[in-house]
């Protein structure tokens, strides 16, 4: 740690103390110890005997937000309503909580940590506001949350991608969710096409919700100081979402930014992906009829170098199965008809996306196991952005 580093750090342990001790929680002192790099220590003064030491560990995103003038910000960009029920992911000891617990009904606490747990009891409790609490000890990502109106929460990082989508895609209707998010996550969460951070998330975050930047938030508001600055952004579930099977768009997502800068004609020109593609669409119209995969595998490549492809093509002479040339030739039509082919997927509005996918289908063509049921595999989409 450098020196100017440990200042700080000195500066911020002075400000908690006075912090914490104004909210008359027990004299909690924090200062860094040096023994292990995932850990900060916080140690009770006037309760030595009744309370272990509590480590902040970098590796649960025990980052605590001690600016009080960012934490007042937070809530009142919330606008949150006296009737509200607030879900709140990693409330840690308090800091937010407390505010929270200010202004709404009700607040449900997702805490994944014991140790974090008491102490936001106890300091609730000392604040007369243990009825409007409610903890619920585990892991976010896998919690089924209860109905709320709305999410404010300084979110641990490691889990921003599965845990946003948890939420944008999950059966609970809510107002909007505030989170204080890394930087880095925050501006590819609000990347446009054709900007370098346009990525699938952000793609798939906007057909259901609108993302507006709130502010930036410096390391040096956090204690322990992380390496990242963050910002603050709104996510607000649209009203009215697109007629779109969500599964058959999510596959369709993942199947074109597996490469977003690779042109549309050259990512469906790969063998691998005209095989998969040519699988599911024979399913969903043979109703589920298992298809032999192996049957459609070429029996030789003209070694014909296509630009842009970097993966193995079905090419027309040498392939075995006629069906699967077929196929493969009703894709690029396709992707020709709507001047797709030659278009990067970073650089297409949601619109147009959609535009392609609805010719797809109706051509056909399927990226999704259409015999499964609808919009029911949210927990395992979530899962795969971890
Ligand atoms: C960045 S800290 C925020 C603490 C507090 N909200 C604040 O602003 O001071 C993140 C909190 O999330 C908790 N956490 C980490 N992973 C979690 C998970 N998967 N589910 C729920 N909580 C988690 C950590 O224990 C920590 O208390």
Redesign the pocket.
């Known amino acids: 740690m450098n020196t100017q580093l440990k200042k700080r750090n000195l500066i911020q342990f002075y400000l908690i103390q006075s912090i914490l001790r104004q909210n008359s929680l027990r004299q909690l002192r924090t200062k860094p110890t040096h023994h292990h790099n995932d850990k900060y220590r916080t140690r009770s003064t006037e309760e030595d005997n009744q309370q272990d030491d509590l480590f902040l560990y970098k590796s ?6 001690t600016n009080q003038r960012i934490l007042d910000s937070i809530v009142r960009k919330s606008s949150v309503n006296p009737t509200d029920t607030v879900l ?6 308090g ?3 407390l505010k929270l617990l200010d202004v709404a009904s009700k607040v449900v606490a ?4 014991k140790r ?1 747990v008491e102490v936001l009891n106890k300091r609730v409790k000392d604040h007369g506001f243990e009825d409007k609490l409610s903890v619920i000890r ?4 896998k919690a089924e949350f209860p109905k709320f109106d709305l999410v404010v ?4 990082y ?2 921003s991608s599965p845990l946003v989508v948890k939420l944008v895609y999950g059966a609970n209707p809510f107002r909007s969710a505030t989170l204080l998010l890394q930087k880095e996550f925050a501006r590819r969460l609000l990347a446009k096409p054709g900007d370098s951070e346009f990525n699938r998330l952000a793609v798939n975050v906007k057909l259901v919700a609108d993302v507006e930047f709130v502010m930036d938030v410096s390391k040096r508001d956090f204690f322990p100081v992380p390496k990242v600055d963050s910002s603050v952004v709104i996510i607000r579930p649209k009203d009215h979402i697109p007629d779109v099977n969500l599964d058959e768009w999510r596959a369709f997502t993942k199947n074109c930014f597996g490469k977003k800068n690779k042109t549309l004609g050259a990512t469906f020109k790969q063998k691998k992906k005209v095989i998969e593609l040519f699988r599911l669409s024979k399913m969903t119209s043979s109703n589920g009829e298992e298809i032999n995969r192996n049957q459609y595998v070429c029996a030789d490549d003209d070694g014909d170098n296509e630009e842009e492809s970097d993966g193995e093509e079905c090419h027309s002479s040498s392939c075995a199965d006629r069906e699967l040339l077929l196929f493969k030739e009703k894709i690029i039509e396709v992707l020709k008809a709507g001047s797709f082919e030659d278009k990067r997927p970073s650089k297409l509005c949601n619109e147009e996306l959609l535009c392609l996918l609805s010719m797809l289908n109706q051509s056909g063509i399927y990226f999704h196991e259409q015999t499964k049921p609808r919009n029911v595999d949210n927990v395992a989409f979530a899962a795969a952005y971890s």
């Open positions: 649960k995103g025990q980052h605590l937000l709140e992911i990693g409330p840690g000891t800091n937010l909580t997702v805490e994944i940590d974090m585990e892991d976010a990502l929460a300084n979110i641990p490691g889990i």
